[in-house]
């Protein structure tokens, strides 16, 4: 499949779709109508049917779309219908949670291996895994095919982790520290910052002082 | 301040530029241009320009921005000249993450609280803040004078939370429990899946596959 150019935006709209969708799954719902969806996540249906648009057609006129089909369908377009091997790098309290969080497995993400280089956290358990130095992570990334790496260290060795994982042959990296990182435009990237979600917020209240 | 309308999107890379300012400031930078905030942050500088001009004039064309100036500007425009108290309901893995999370008082969010309704919890130490009862919410949201709740309980407790926090008198809230919540119209509300983020490096992996 090739598509170019879809808004980050928009995928990110069509995971919490794929979300909802299986949430009304679980409640026994057949078809649901774009302006239903819009509702149940909170955005116009105009943009539910424009982000679903990019991807051909799906729905019927006037029946609107059959839940489970749409389900299988978004999460193929997310690449959620392979399952994709992931490292972290920082068994902190972030990394830790991060290690722990149930919601990664549920949607196809292993977390196969956690890291970190303090001797005091090494060997520490964290569910069905164990802290493992970070000079295992060559041969870790080779043995499990890991494709995603995940940075939860402090931002003075983000930079410093980030060359070692593309080095070990990870393709992604989804980085949890608070710096600018620089990687080659054939690495695919995405920071996030847990203050920025809450900075979203601190705006809209700052507009209604 | 009235500003309507500005995209979700340009506010989180508001957030993004502030930051790679202030890195910047500690660098000693006096001036920048668009073209280099853009570089060093990844997006075009046309980019950079649309989402300055939201909100009016800042540089000086041919000299570009002054660094102090422009951080003080966006921070400003962030809600972020302004200590917002914060409260956190659940003090799982994540939770506990979050309250130990030293970027949100960086950025301006005071951590007051954090709560749980677990007994083998209540009373943990976390930096600090200790666990309390989630029975204390409407007091505590009433001594600090809180205007932001997090959540960050199983998505079975999301709902109730919710509607816990917003009798208290919370006008905020930023929810890490993967359910669609509802909330009124005039409460600013706003999702975090972590998954999401993952989703959207798997859905560019998938792309190339």
Redesign the interface.
Known sequence: ???FK?P??T??R???YS??LH?LMEEGEETISSGEIAK???VSSAQVRKDLAYFGEFGTRGVGYKVSELYCQLMK????D?R?N?IIVGAG??G???A??Q??F????NICAILDVNPNIIGNKLGSLRVQPLDQLQDLVEQYDI??G?IAVPATHAQDVTEQLLEAGV????NFS???LKVPPDI??????????????????????
């Open positions: 499949m090739k598509v879809i980050e935006a995928v990110m069509l995971s919490i979300r909802y949430q149940g996540v909170g377009i997310l690449g959620l392979h994709w992931t309290k972030l830790s949670a991060l722990l969080y919601g990664f549920e949607r196809g993400f494709q995603i995940v393709k992604a990296i989804l608070p710096r600018v695919v990237f995405r920071n996030v910052d847990l203050s920025v979600n809450l900075e979203v917020l601190s705006f809209n209240l700052a507009l209604n002082r």
